[in-house]
Every structure is written in structure tokens, then in C-alpha cells.
């Protein structure tokens, strides 16, 4: 299994990426996984409680079961990916089945903050724009999705995501293999020779 790893800020284009590999590529030869399914299970506490929690950061992941799912794929295990509900901020009951396959995508804001899943990522890929562009996407994205406010898009950057992004992701573009302007038109045609080779 060759494990590629896609980072950079929210709002920086990940799902955009991800669709048009989906597009290009057949599903049986590779499987997605985003760290936003593996949010830590925190229903010891109320909503009130968890609403104030940071999700920006790197102890809001559930390293330690996204690792332990990674290593028994590679040993041609499947596993069963947890569901997440961001209204509740809560991990559901359900799951889903996930088979290994030649070539695994990763992808998540803080993927590579943690050692153990970087050390574990064979190709690292960051996406690369400016904070407006990356605040657009958010907001929009926040509002028809999420059900939030303008006021709360913009409180929530300005008081953490800015903050977050600066601590936790933007070090980790020296990490990368790959570095993709997703400003516009993003062109992912280094990463497709990439995926090619490794799923012959």
C-alpha cells in the first residue's frame, strides 16, 4: 500500500483535490480516508461543553485509532471508519467498512502534526493559498453546510483558526514532497504521475 498524505488550511482545496482524483481513477485501486472521521469521542461531556472545545488542534484527532487503522490496513485488514457529526460534536454509533487498497489517501488540516502518522505517509502533498481565499471557502462552506453565521465564521478565524493554522499546519509545508497552488485553477498532474506509478 503507498500512503499519500494531502494537507494545508482549511479552505485550502482538499475536497476539490480529492474529487478530481476520484474522477480520473478507479475506486477499487484507491480508498480516502480524512481525519475529520476520527474527532475524539468526547460524549462524557454536553453540548454546551463541547461547543468550546478548540477542533483545531492537534489534540482534538483521535491519533491513536486513525494510526492503529492504518497499520491494520497495510496488513490487508479491513476496518470499520468511525462516523462524526459536527452539529453535535459527536462520534456516532455507526461506522463504516473500509477495505485496504494499493494506494490510500489521508487527508486532514493536521495529518502531519503528528509524528507517528507522518512517519507512516509515504508522499506528502500541501495546498497552498491565501488566507482570503481560504476564509471564502470556509465561509461559504460553513454557512449552507453547518448552519452557522457570518459573525461566527469570521470569530472563529480570527480568534483560532489564524492562530492554529500559523502553529500547526503552515510549518508542516517543509514536510511536503508536493507543494500545489490551489489560489485558482489548481493543476494536480505531478500528483496524478504520482498516483499512476505507484497503483501499476
Same mark, same amino acid.
Given at each position: 500500500?503507498?500512503?499519500?498524505?494531502?494537507?494545508?488550511?482549511?479552505?485550502?482545496?482538499?475536497?476539490?483535490?480529492?474529487?478530481?482524483?476520484?474522477?480520473?481513477?478507479?475506486?477499487?485501486?484507491?480508498?480516502?480516508?480524512?481525519?475529520?472521521?476520527?474527532?475524539?469521542?468526547?460524549?462524557?461531556?454536553?453540548?454546551?461543553?463541547?461547543?468550546?472545545?478548540?477542533?483545531?488542534?492537534?489534540?482534538?484527532?483521535?491519533?491513536?485509532?486513525?494510526?492503529?487503522?492504518?497499520?491494520?490496513?497495510?496488513?490487508?485488514?479491513?476496518?470499520?471508519?468511525?462516523?462524526?457529526?459536527?452539529?453535535?460534536?459527536?462520534?456516532?454509533?455507526?461506522?463504516?467498512?473500509?477495505?485496504?487498497?494499493?494506494?490510500?489517501?489521508?487527508?486532514?488540516?493536521?495529518?502531519?502534526?503528528?509524528?507517528?502518522?507522518?512517519?507512516?505517509?509515504?508522499?506528502?502533498?500541501?495546498?497552498?493559498?491565501?488566507?482570503?481565499?481560504?476564509? *471564502?471557502?470556509?465561509?461559504?462552506?460553513?454557512?449552507?453546510?453547518?448552519?452557522?453565521?457570518?459573525?461566527?465564521?469570521? *470569530?472563529?478565524?480570527?480568534?483560532?483558526?489564524?492562530? +492554529?493554522?500559523?502553529?500547526?499546519?503552515?510549518? +508542516?509545508?517543509?514536510?511536503?514532497?508536493?507543494?500545489?497552488?490551489?489560489?485558482?485553477?489548481?493543476?494536480?498532474?505531478?500528483?496524478?504521475?504520482?498516483? *499512476?506509478?505507484?497503483? *501499476?
Amino acid at each position: 500500500m503507498f500512503i499519500i498524505g494531502i494537507t494545508g488550511g482549511t479552505g485550502s482545496g482538499k475536497t476539490t483535490v480529492i474529487n478530481k482524483i476520484n474522477k480520473l481513477f478507479n475506486q477499487s485501486n484507491i480508498g480516502l480516508l480524512s481525519s475529520d472521521s476520527y474527532y475524539k469521542d468526547n460524549s462524557n461531556l454536553n453540548f454546551s461543553e463541547r461547543d468550546k472545545l478548540n477542533y483545531d488542534t492537534p489534540d482534538a484527532i483521535d491519533f491513536d485509532l486513525l494510526n492503529n487503522h492504518i497499520k491494520l490496513l497495510k496488513n490487508d485488514q479491513d476496518i470499520d471508519v468511525p462516523h462524526y457529526c459536527f452539529n453535535t460534536h459527536l462520534r456516532l454509533s455507526t461506522s463504516t467498512l473500509f477495505k485496504s487498497k494499493k494506494i490510500l489517501i489521508i487527508e486532514g488540516i493536521l495529518i502531519l502534526s503528528n509524528r507517528t502518522l507522518r512517519d507512516q505517509i509515504d508522499y506528502n502533498v500541501f495546498l497552498n493559498c491565501s488566507r482570503d481565499t481560504r476564509f *471564502k471557502r470556509r465561509l461559504e462552506r460553513d454557512i449552507s453546510e453547518r448552519g452557522r453565521s457570518y459573525e461566527d465564521v469570521i *470569530k472563529l478565524f480570527e480568534n483560532r483558526l489564524d492562530k +492554529m493554522h500559523q502553529t500547526h499546519v503552515e510549518p +508542516m509545508k517543509k514536510e511536503c514532497d508536493l507543494v500545489l497552488d490551489t489560489e485558482n485553477n489548481t493543476k494536480i498532474d505531478l500528483l496524478i504521475d504520482i498516483i *499512476k506509478k505507484n497503483i *501499476k
